[in-house]
């Protein structure tokens, strides 16, 4: 299968390290981050942009059922609203390990917040995969990452994938309730095939891989076979998130950090936001009840 449309870029930023993306259907509009560049962005979907300065590195949005949004932050996790200005700390679980941050997170099926942790060196292996509850309940659920990257969630919600890039191997765990199983592997890749960043399922239960280093957002079946490759212009596609009305849009966030000049002549769009139509649609994510 290949993807119905050409690569665009609908939103040339430039971000340092363009993360996050997440699609606000109360809005139709997607919300995007550049974590070192200190930005949230937002695209609608007539195509105005907005961006407003953050006073702290975010590494993930997740939107709230009272507007806003959870967020997962270099001091722990935090309430946000970027039209208000407002960035309030709701919990910080790691305050003991100040050369940690928060790095990817997403939604689960029920609208629960899952956020990993990571040593912002990507030196040791301190990062901790969190699951934050309604009542901010924060359960830590696995350790020992390097990068880490995800979560996506299966269309049942009994499957959670979730990356260490650094390693280059992307994990699957069962869920039941409360109740994860042990990881296990699901993918494992090797030197030269870039190393799996941000990602996301679609209606079909196949997993969205961005691959940083690797100029690709990859399509994995559940069974773990390579179905399809969307080759991007740029080195660093960072994430993925399906979006627009129809949820038949797959935008892709990428990074122009540690580019050197000849590289980025050679890619003048590093840093932007993209969009593919795939030929498969998302699914609508539940909102954070607390």
Not at 33 to 54: C, V, Y
Not at 78 to 105: C, K, S, T, V, W
Not at 213 to 231: F, Q
């Amino acid at each position: 299968m290949s993807a119905e449309s050409p690569v665009q870029c609908v939103a040339d930023v430039h971000a340092v390290l363009g993360e996050g993306p997440v699609w606000v259907p109360r809005e139709t509009a997607l919300y995007w981050l550049d974590i070192k560049g200190r930005k949230i962005f937002r695209l609608d979907d007539r195509g105005e942009r907005q961006e407003w300065p953050t006073p702290l590195r975010i590494g993930s949005l997740a939107p709230r059922k009272s507007g806003g949004f959870i967020g997962g932050t270099e001091d722990g996790i935090f309430a946000i609203d970027p039209e208000a200005g407002r960035f309030d700390q709701l919990l910080n679980p790691e305050e003991q390990l100040p050369g940690n941050r928060f790095n990817d997170g997403k939604l689960d099926r029920q609208g629960r917040f899952w956020a990993g942790s990571m040593d912002d060196s990507e030196r040791a292996d301190s990062g901790t995969l969190y699951r934050i509850g309604r009542d901010l309940d924060c359960v830590a659920i696995d350790r020992n990452y390097r990068v880490t990257n995800g979560p996506a969630f299966s269309p049942d919600g009994r499957l959670m994938y979730h990356n260490d890039s650094a390693r280059q191997v992307t994990y699957v765990f069962d869920l039941d309730g409360d109740a994860v199983g042990e990881r296990r592997t699901f993918l494992q890749f090797k030197e030269g095939e870039g190393y799996p960043d941000g990602m996301t399922v679609d209606a079909d239960g196949c997993l969205w891989i961005a691959f940083w280093d690797g100029w690709s957002v990859r399509r994995y079946s559940p069974a773990g076979e390579w179905l399809e490759t969307v080759r991007m212009p740029v080195a660093r596609p960072t994430s993925c998130a399906f979006g627009g009305r129809d949820l038949d849009r797959l935008y892709i966030t990428s990074a122009r950090i540690g580019l050197d000049e000849s590289a980025l002549q050679m890619q003048p769009n590093a840093g932007g936001l993209f969009m593919v139509t795939p030929g498969v649609r998302g699914l609508e994510d539940a909102p954070f009840a607390g």
